[in-house]
């Protein structure tokens, strides 16, 4: 069982309103005060928590299913902490019959400028993060702003009158996920390109065709195991191409350690890394990361990838330590324009796999027929579906599913973005 968004965030909810309300008085619980203070305070366990959540660490990722999931819940522990935080901004979190004193005084003009700047900052952080007309390297360097204005918003929570103290229940819950947080942020600004696990990578093929590319690449000291479906973050040691950027890997686990991605160029980094990347470069991948693996126990299977959606089962293909082929169908679907690999490629992968496979051009309906074939050679409850592809498509997949009887539960799938 993994966890979800909105069970973390309504878990902060309830303990945060539970140690809260042990700290003031009861004729006061249900005070605009009062809810002010249980918002503000959520926010900040919010903040903390999507500090935590950014830093990549593997025990954390098993907990949400994912990487693609784990951001998913990130970006909305930051909407609700800064709605959280506009209520809070709003009404006045003191009231004359609460024991309220700052945990760490300052001066006035201080305390006033602090909490001021703890509401812009934790909106820019958002509105930054949810801003998808930012190019990626320009987004990066803001977004690594984020360690440093949280700190502003626990100096915020110290310095302002509160009930709260830290030894208090609820100051040791704040002060826990502040801790954790501020951890996590200086792991990720500071020491995560030396300590992450992953490998440095030399490549020595480049393939293109249709504004995509292949590359190949081959441990230089040590690599790293993987399982078939999962990406890792690419990094090149060249100028204006070393940002850290996920890809799947398109291989299955060698016994040389060499590892190839099929990247499509779609925005600016991937342009031009498409046009400068050459034989003998260098580059650091951090990896592995994803749970989008085949499932072992699966008698029927349809693996649907679309576009650059392909490359997980690339690596399935590749993939001989499962085996039960015959009982897959993959589905190609595909832009002729800009079909990478090419459909007679896929084909061919497919048949030496000896997996069914059907392609689907984006002005065709096999996708649809492919389904509905499948779910009625066997018990629709037998059908699992593995999905990597655009949301929309996933949208038009799962009207398939139901059209068909197929359980709601019987699709996996990963996120496109990170973003």
């Not at 850290?244 to 925005?267: E, K, M, Q, W």
Request: aromatic content about 12%.
């Amino acid at each position: 069982m993994t966890i979800k968004a909105w069970q973390i965030i309504s878990g902060i909810v309830f303990i945060t309103t539970t140690c809260v309300l042990f700290q003031v008085p009861m004729e006061t619980w249900t005070t605009a005060a009062t809810v002010s203070l249980i918002m503000g305070a959520s926010a900040l366990v919010c903040m903390a928590a999507s500090c935590t959540l950014s830093s990549r660490w593997r025990y954390v990722e098993q907990l949400f299913g994912g990487l693609d999931q784990l951001y998913q819940t990130h970006k909305w522990l930051g909407i609700w902490a800064l709605a959280f935080a506009v209520y809070h901004f709003v009404f006045k979190a003191n009231l004359d019959s609460w024991d309220a004193a700052p945990i760490l005084e300052l001066p006035k003009y201080w305390t006033r400028l602090v909490r001021q700047l703890s509401i812009v900052a934790l909106g820019f952080i958002v509105l930054l993060a949810l801003n998808r007309n930012i190019p990626y390297s320009l987004w990066r360097w803001w977004h690594k702003l984020s360690g440093p204005l949280f700190l502003i918003v626990i100096l915020h929570w110290l310095s302002f009158k509160s009930p709260i103290t830290l030894d208090s229940p609820a100051g040791v819950w704040l002060a826990l996920f502040c801790s954790t947080g501020v951890i996590a942020a200086l792991y990720k600004l500071v020491l995560y390109p030396f300590i992450a696990p992953g490998g440095e990578y030399k490549v020595v093929s480049v393939s293109h065709g249709n504004k995509a590319v292949h590359l190949e690449l081959e441990p230089i000291s040590r690599g790293f195991s993987f399982e078939a479906g999962q990406f890792g973050f690419l990094a090149m040691k060249e100028t204006g191409l070393r940002e850290p950027h996920p890809f799947t890997i398109a291989s299955a686990h060698s016994d040389t350690g060499n590892i190839h991605f099929v990247i499509r160029a779609l925005g600016d980094y991937t342009h031009r890394l498409s046009e400068q990347v050459k034989v003998g470069m260098l580059a650091d991948v951090y990896a592995p990361h994803g749970r989008f693996k085949r499932l072992s126990d699966a008698q029927t299977e349809i693996w649907i990838g679309a576009g650059i959606g392909i490359s997980p089962f690339i690596s399935w293909l590749d993939d001989k330590s499962i085996g039960r082929f015959e009982s897959a169908t993959l589905v190609y679907c595909f832009d002729p324009a800009r079909a990478f690999p090419s459909l007679e490629r896929m084909e061919d992968m497919a048949a030496d796999s000896g997996v069914r496979f059907v392609p689907n051009p984006s002005d065709g309906d096999a996708l649809a027929e492919t389904i509905r074939r499948v779910a009625t050679e066997v018990s629709p409850q037998q059908v699992q579906i593995s999905f990597c592809g655009p949301k929309g498509l996933l949208k038009r997949v799962k009207e398939l599913m139901k059209a068909n009887n197929i359980p709601a539960k019987n699709i996996r799938y990963e996120f496109f973005e990170f973003r």
